[in-house]
């Protein structure tokens, strides 16, 4: 028996769609006060503590990349490391819109 993969199509707002996608968008200023990265959460060449260590360093790098930036939000995927996908700016529809279509166009799916 062959394994398929089903793709969902992508619904609801550019916003709706980049949470289906794994994207979190947040203020700013969550980066600085509650990072959250977890890309190596479960990591079973990892202890719990290293796991941490390397969230912490994902994190300060997600923040030192974030705080060139001008604008008061940022949308970026937390199950990534940070030098992922990382947008920053004003509009939150519009960071979401960016990021779904480089996402979709990286995986070959429509944004729309």
């Given at each position: ?12 707002s ?10 979190r968008?947040?203020p ?8 959250f ?23 300060l ?5 974030v705080?060139?930036?001008p604008?008061?939000f940022?949308?970026?995927q ?7 996908f990382?947008l920053?700016?004003d ?7 960016q990021s ?10 429509s944004?729309t």
């Amino acid at each position: 028996m062959n394994a398929q993969t089903t793709i969902t199509p992508l619904s609801g707002s550019w916003q709706d769609k980049a949470k289906q996608l794994g994207f979190r968008i947040v203020p700013r200023r969550f980066v600085f006060e509650l990072p959250f990265m977890n890309g190596f959460e479960g990591a079973a060449s990892l202890t719990p503590e290293q796991q941490a260590m390397a969230h912490r360093k994902e994190e300060l790098a997600l923040m030192e990349r974030v705080s060139q930036q001008p604008g008061n939000f940022v949308i970026y995927q937390p199950h990534a490391d940070a030098d992922g996908f990382v947008l920053v700016g004003d509009d939150r529809d519009q960071l979401a819109e960016q990021s779904v279509r480089y996402e979709c166009d990286m995986v070959g799916i429509s944004a729309t």
